[in-house]
């Protein structure tokens, strides 16, 4: 198949071009800065330059291509303020949304067979009921006020999407990414951040996070592309777990003492709501159905084992 993939070359880009060319697909990377285009040809894949946010540049280069799958793999996340959570993401929230009507448009213009769109599983589900939410379950109806702009560009994303009944519209609700060329890696801020003991459990430590190795998040994306049919897939790893024990966990791995414990309210006054409730109270993933639905395992089957190879 021939594979339009906007995104090549950021942290899943650089995993998931390698493994398309290997397996045989023709892949054109888009990018907006010519400095990247000899990355995604030392890749294997052809470069073309366009502005996500520019209708016309996307149309332009997805007709020049006439791919059979578009694969929205954009982000533009420089550090991570949980303070001002919606400030962090807000050239993100556009690619979300402008950015995603402008390759939904393009790609209806030539007909591709499928569409599959970056999403978010490590804290949009609502905050009630069981620790472990599956696709059915719904994202939350009364986020913190600083992430309510960046929840409102994930519905816009996935709702566009799997709306778009002229394709297969595939939605990828990725885990907390770790691993090369991710925020968290040996060398990262985060990690740094844990190794000082920087990063503190707030208050009960309860929040459920699921994460995912980049690698096995690039394989789920393949399987999606081959296999994947209209719908939302987790793709996340099989052990989601509260703060209060994968944090210590971490610690330990990278030899540094364990966390501090802070009160909540310690931790929203320096972490802001948004980061207490990352901490406390959001939901992690099952990836049961893209497991059944797509064939796919992850190789890190844990971040326990994940973050040790780290």
């Not at 719904?138 to 006020?145: G, N, R, T, V």
């Not at 990725?174 to 990690?191: D, R, W």
């Amino acid at each position: 198949m021939k594979i339009f993939l906007a995104g090549a070359t950021g942290a899943i880009g650089k995993q998931l071009v390698p493994r398309l060319v290997s397996a045989g697909h023709d892949v054109v990377g888009m990018t907006r800065s010519q400095s990247k285009q000899d990355a995604i040809r030392q890749m294997g894949a052809t470069p073309v330059m366009a502005d996500a946010l520019d209708a016309e540049q996307v149309a332009d280069a997805v007709a020049e291509a006439q791919p059979d799958v578009i694969v929205h793999q954009l982000t533009a996340i420089a550090g991570f303020d949980t303070r001002h959570f919606d400030r962090t993401f807000a050239a993100t929230n556009r690619l979300r949304t402008v950015g995603t009507d402008h390759l939904l448009s393009a790609g209806h213009a030539v007909g591709v067979t499928r569409f599959i769109a970056q999403s978010y599983a490590a804290w949009p589900y609502a905050r009630t009921g069981g620790p472990v939410k599956t696709e059915q379950d719904p994202l939350d109806p009364a986020p913190p006020s600083q992430m309510r702009e960046t929840l409102e560009a994930i519905r816009h994303l996935e709702d566009a999407v799997t709306a778009a009944d002229w394709t297969e519209g595939i939605v990828l609700r990725y885990g907390a990414f770790y691993g090369p060329g991710t925020s968290m890696a040996p060398g990262t801020e985060q990690f740094e951040m844990v190794r000082k003991r920087k990063f503190p459990v707030v208050g009960t430590g309860r929040g459920v996070w699921s994460f995912i190795h980049i690698a096995d998040a690039a394989e789920a994306t393949v399987a999606a592309i081959e296999r994947g049919r209209r719908g939302i897939y987790n793709v996340v790893d099989d052990d989601p777990s509260p703060v209060a024990e994968w944090l210590p966990a971490l610690a330990h791995e990278l030899g540094a003492p364990k966390p501090w414990h802070v009160p909540r309210f310690v931790g929203r006054l320096a972490a802001g709501e948004a980061g207490a409730v990352m901490m406390t109270e959001i939901r992690g993933a099952s990836n049961a159905k893209a497991k059944r639905e797509l064939g796919w395992q992850p190789q890190h089957r844990s971040w326990r084992q994940g973050f040790a190879a780290a």
